[in-house]
């Protein structure tokens, strides 16, 4: 990210005649300095607006004409024009200029080259402060829907994954210590939840994209009968903003966006710590095909969990563009300022990044390979069912306190034998406590365990399946509404 222009920006080497260049050149009696020229302008990375601005002008155009300010004959020179320099940008063949500050400015002259005065007439009752708000409002929920679809396809893998694990024990951890066994489908379904309300924030977020600021004009309306109704319904919003002044300054929608998007980083890296650790010798939990890992130039053994590890580090730089968007609206007075030209750049990086962690995501997720029998050893070695021994003493009459004394001193033995729960005799565990029978071992054993824990929201591979079956409907119901 950097004011730096990429190759195919025309850039002026010295001063510029304002008034023979500049669309707003009348007034300026002076060229603009060439280095202010290239601080100010934009079109370095807001030509990826350009589908969006496109769109939003052949409405416009079309409301203009809807209303008698344009006759038809002039909407369609616009449109055809229009159309033709979108083929242009898309084929590599348009000049984008320096000179002409941004995107909006860029096209409209080109429009102008080729249709002559009537591309004059376009930007009649509208300016490029309510323009503007326009694009990035078209261009992100375009970005919305298609984010929305990869964080499904991410969820679809990990519903999958749980089905397959369903019954799988893993070691379950508080403070990173072995705490309870639970199975490594209910595991997985912790992060679809997780990914479900990260889902949930991005459609509210949308419903706030979705309003149209065309209209405002540059910050107070327009004196032209402009239907703003109607071209609100040409591009799809939900309706046209309530007022002029909010419309071209209100980045909000923007912030959101970024917010959500700092939230569901933060989720995958959680997740990504865990895949790191798990695909450790010392864990040794998973294993990841070698194609989402890669080696050491040094080290010939190692198989490095990249991936996970770059998308972790990315959640940095997503909450960075949060930040930055926050404090960019910060110390703004209504109603549009310069300032707003900044929000791109973050904003941008965040839909890129966001976007390439899900498909990194959603591909690699169907493919982890779960190391069933380290995952069960592990368990199985860290008194993982001391809680279930308390419980069962509880069941005989033993308050919970002494129950858990009891387990206390089993486990302290434990340790001094190097014996887990489930290996000692049943002597051995009488020594603790006279309410211990033979069906102790029941409840000892890891899946003895989980299948206890056979409630809504328990780790039972029972309740697993069901959960699975829920949130399969979910993701189904996502497609048809
Ligand atoms: N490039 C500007 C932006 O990104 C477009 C709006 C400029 N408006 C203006 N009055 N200078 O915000």
């Given at each position: 990210?950097?004011?730096?222009?990429?190759?195919?920006?025309?850039?002026?080497?010295?001063?510029?005649?304002?008034?023979?260049?500049?669309?707003?050149?009348?007034?300026?009696?002076?060229?603009?300095?060439?280095?202010?020229?290239?601080?100010?302008?934009?079109?370095?990375?807001?030509?990826?607006?350009?589908?969006?601005?496109?769109?939003?002008?052949i409405a416009h155009a079309t409301m203009l004409a809807s209303v008698g300010v344009l006759s038809d004959a002039e909407r369609d020179q616009i449109i055809q024009g229009l159309n033709e320099i979108r083929a242009d940008i898309e084929a590599g063949q348009f000049q984008w200029s320096v000179k002409l500050e941004d995107v909006h400015m860029n096209i409209e002259s080109?429009?102008?080259?080729?249709?002559?005065?009537?591309?004059?007439?376009?930007?009649?009752?509208?300016?490029?402060?309510?323009?503007?708000?326009?694009?990035?409002?078209?261009?992100?929920?375009?970005?919305?829907?298609?984010?929305?679809?990869?964080?499904?396809?991410?969820?679809?893998?990990?519903?999958?994954?749980?089905?397959?694990?369903?019954?799988?024990?893993?070691?379950?951890?508080?403070?990173?210590?072995?705490?309870?066994?639970?199975?490594?489908?209910?595991?997985?379904?912790?992060?679809?939840?997780?990914?479900?309300?990260?889902?949930?924030?991005?459609?509210?977020?949308?419903k706030r994209v979705n309003v149209m600021p065309l209209g405002a004009a540059a910050l107070a309306g327009t004196t032209y009968p402009i239907n703003r109704e109607y071209t609100a319904q040409l591009l799809g919003f939900d309706r046209p903003t309530a007022n002029s002044l909010d419309s071209v300054s209100d980045r909000d929608f923007a912030i959101e966006f970024c917010?959500?998007?700092?939230?569901?980083?933060?989720?995958?890296?959680?997740?990504?710590?865990?895949?790191?650790?798990?695909?450790?010798?010392?864990?040794?939990?998973?294993?990841?095909?070698?194609?989402?890992?890669?080696?050491?130039?040094?080290?010939?053994?190692?198989?490095?969990?990249?991936?996970?590890?770059?998308?972790?580090?990315?959640?940095?730089?997503?909450?960075?563009?949060?930040?930055?968007?926050?404090?960019?609206?910060?110390?703004?007075?209504?109603?549009?300022?310069?300032?707003?030209?900044?929000?791109?750049?973050?904003?941008?990086?965040?839909?890129?990044?966001?976007?390439?962690?899900?498909?990194?995501?959603?591909?690699?997720?169907?493919?982890?390979?779960?190391?069933?029998?380290?995952?069960?050893?592990?368990?199985?070695?860290?008194?993982?069912?001391?809680?279930?021994?308390?419980?069962?003493?509880?069941?005989?009459?033993?308050?919970?306190?002494?129950?858990?004394?009891?387990?206390?001193?089993?486990?302290?033995?434990?340790?001094?034998?190097?014996?887990?729960?489930?290996?000692?005799?049943?002597?051995?565990?009488?020594?603790?406590?006279?309410?211990?029978?033979?069906?102790?071992?029941?409840?000892?054993?890891?899946?003895?365990?989980?299948?206890?824990?056979?409630?809504?929201?328990?780790?039972?591979?029972?309740?697993?399946?069901?959960?699975?079956?829920?949130?399969?409907?979910?993701?189904?119901?996502?497609?048809?509404?």
């Amino acid at each position: 990210m950097s004011n730096q222009n990429p190759p195919n920006i025309e850039v002026a080497s010295g001063s510029v005649d304002n008034s023979a260049d500049k669309p707003w050149g009348g007034r300026f009696s002076e060229p603009t300095d060439a280095f202010v020229e290239r601080f100010t302008a934009s079109v370095g990375f807001d030509q990826r607006l350009y589908y969006h601005d496109i769109q939003g002008s052949i409405a416009h155009a079309t409301m203009l004409a809807s209303v008698g300010v344009l006759s038809d004959a002039e909407r369609d020179q616009i449109i055809q024009g229009l159309n033709e320099i979108r083929a242009d940008i898309e084929a590599g063949q348009f000049q984008w200029s320096v000179k002409l500050e941004d995107v909006h400015m860029n096209i409209e002259s080109r429009l102008t080259d080729k249709i002559g005065i009537t591309g004059k007439k376009l930007h009649t009752g509208r300016s490029r402060n309510d323009q503007v708000a326009t694009d990035i409002r078209l261009y992100v929920r375009d970005e919305i829907d298609a984010i929305a679809a990869e964080l499904t396809r991410l969820q679809q893998g990990l519903v999958a994954l749980a089905e397959r694990e369903a019954d799988t024990i893993m070691p379950g951890f508080t403070h990173l210590q072995t705490a309870q066994p639970v199975t490594f489908g209910h595991h997985m379904l912790a992060w679809y939840e997780m990914l479900c309300r990260d889902f949930d924030r991005l459609g509210d977020c949308r419903k706030r994209v979705n309003v149209m600021p065309l209209g405002a004009a540059a910050l107070a309306g327009t004196t032209y009968p402009i239907n703003r109704e109607y071209t609100a319904q040409l591009l799809g919003f939900d309706r046209p903003t309530a007022n002029s002044l909010d419309s071209v300054s209100d980045r909000d929608f923007a912030i959101e966006f970024c917010s959500f998007a700092s939230l569901l980083m933060i989720h995958l890296s959680r997740f990504s710590e865990e895949l790191v650790l798990w695909t450790s010798a010392q864990f040794n939990f998973i294993d990841l095909p070698d194609r989402f890992c890669t080696g050491s130039s040094i080290m010939p053994q190692k198989k490095n969990p990249d991936v996970p590890e770059l998308v972790r580090g990315k959640s940095g730089r997503v909450t960075g563009a949060l930040i930055s968007l926050l404090m960019l609206m910060k110390g703004q007075p209504l109603a549009y300022n310069k300032d707003n030209q900044e929000d791109k750049e973050p904003l941008f990086d965040v839909i890129d990044t966001v976007k390439d962690c899900l498909k990194a995501y959603a591909d690699m997720v169907p493919a982890i390979q779960v190391k069933e029998d380290v995952m069960r050893e592990a368990a199985r070695r860290g008194f993982s069912t001391a809680t279930d021994l308390a419980d069962y003493l509880v069941k005989r009459g033993v308050a919970f306190r002494d129950a858990h004394e009891v387990v206390g001193k089993a486990v302290g033995y434990g340790v001094k034998t190097q014996k887990d729960l489930a290996d000692m005799s049943l002597d051995e565990l009488r020594q603790f406590s006279a309410n211990i029978d033979a069906d102790v071992f029941d409840v000892l054993t890891l899946e003895g365990s989980v299948n206890a824990r056979n409630h809504l929201g328990g780790t039972a591979p029972a309740q697993v399946r069901l959960a699975v079956a829920k949130a399969k409907a979910a993701l189904e119901s996502r497609r048809a509404g």
